[in-house]
């Protein structure tokens, strides 16, 4: 039997003491930030390379760190760990290297397609330019088996002069390994429509648009952004938290109406304080509202996690069922930015792993 294709351990039940293992679902990662989800070891080598201050020299142990950083119920200071990762890869090859083994690590995860994201003018006043970073990248995520591709971000938090400048880097390598442009950042105070010509020029070049929003904000801010173009949203679970019912079914039938899809990272969430905790998640509801959903990991080395655990984790507490997990991945592979024959292919193996999986009921 292809490894690949092996059916789940699907004789648990949610909330059961024996896990259910999800690294033979052929799965896509849509929402993964590259500056958040380096190996320990290398963003360890990286710092030093660079004489960086460190708080420790043990790879697990800052592991820890930066987890433990990040689980601090706020968004803000879940942020405050990019302050290390960003200068660590701030040289191409730094990056060429992080950006290869975030696609290997996800391949090996059982990945059959993955978008990865990060705003390269960050990198710029630690001495590498935001066209060398994205050439750097892009390189790496080729080196990689993985059917992978990159989304440039822009940072809510810059005027908008920067955030446009952002979009017009993505839109110069569009069609050469980068895929879409995203609006990320610290959200509460910083709306999408402050950036509307940033999206504007992203969209001309024929890229993808998606956009962090109802994350830390009002899920209002979901159908903003739509308005500006994105056809999926990063997070958006504050969709599901308006201030009466009739709110919420507004927002959600509207979002439904326009077929966005929502790049939920539940774990995530829960560190930056959305939720108290994953049984709290609404991911769970969203599904069962009818909205186009998909799981991603957002930041690895943040939030400790693999998607394959992310999976697990939601299959546990909110207690989606394997078929509604199997779903989202099927979601995330139709609203994918990859071009369609990369899409046919991981429609396929979806196929061939439910086959393999009714054979071994």
Request: charged fraction near 20%.
């Amino acid at each position: 039997m292809n490894e690949s294709l092996s059916p789940l351990n699907s004789s648990a039940s949610p909330g059961s003491s024996e896990p259910t293992t999800f690294e033979g679902l052929p799965k896509a990662l849509l929402h993964e930030h590259l500056d958040g989800g380096l190996r320990p070891a290398t963003l360890l080598e990286l710092a030093r390379g660079r004489g960086l201050a460190v708080p420790t020299d043990d790879p697990d142990a800052l592991a820890g760190w930066m987890h433990a950083n990040a689980n601090s119920a706020s968004l803000a200071r879940y942020l405050r760990g990019f302050a290390l990762t960003v200068r660590a890869m701030a040289s191409a090859e730094a990056c060429e290297r992080v950006a290869f083994e975030a696609a290997e690590d996800a391949r090996l995860d059982g990945c059959v397609l993955a978008e990865f994201r990060i705003a390269p003018l960050l990198l710029e006043p630690f001495g590498l330019r935001g066209e060398a970073a994205v050439e750097a990248l892009v390189a790496g995520l080729r080196r990689s088996r993985l059917p992978c591709g990159l989304i440039v971000c822009a940072i809510r938090t810059d005027a908008p002069e920067q955030t446009s400048r952002a979009a017009g880097l993505a839109a110069r390598y569009a069609g050469r390994g980068v895929i879409g442009f995203d609006l990320a950042g610290a959200e509460r105070g910083h709306p999408p429509a402050a950036h509307a010509a940033a999206f504007a020029r992203a969209r001309d070049a024929g890229l993808g648009l998606t956009c962090h929003a109802g994350e830390a904000d009002a899920g209002s801010r979901v159908l903003e952004a739509a308005a500006l173009g994105a056809t999926r949203i990063g997070h958006g679970v504050h969709i599901m938290m308006g201030e009466t019912p009739a709110q919420t079914a507004g927002w959600v039938d509207a979002a439904r109406a326009r077929g966005l899809h929502f790049e939920v990272c539940p774990s995530s969430n829960v560190h930056t304080g959305a939720f108290a905790s994953l049984a709290a998640h609404p991911i769970r509801a969203m599904v069962e509202a009818g909205l186009s959903v998909s799981c991603s990991t957002d930041n690895r080395l943040m939030s400790s996690v693999t998607l394959s655990g992310e999976l697990a984790a939601i299959h546990d507490q909110p207690g989606l069922s394997v078929a509604q997990l199997a779903g989202l991945m099927r979601s995330a592979i139709a609203a994918s930015f990859m071009p369609a024959a990369v899409r046919d292919a991981a429609l396929y193996a979806m196929r061939r792993w439910d086959e393999v999986s009714a054979a071994a009921a």
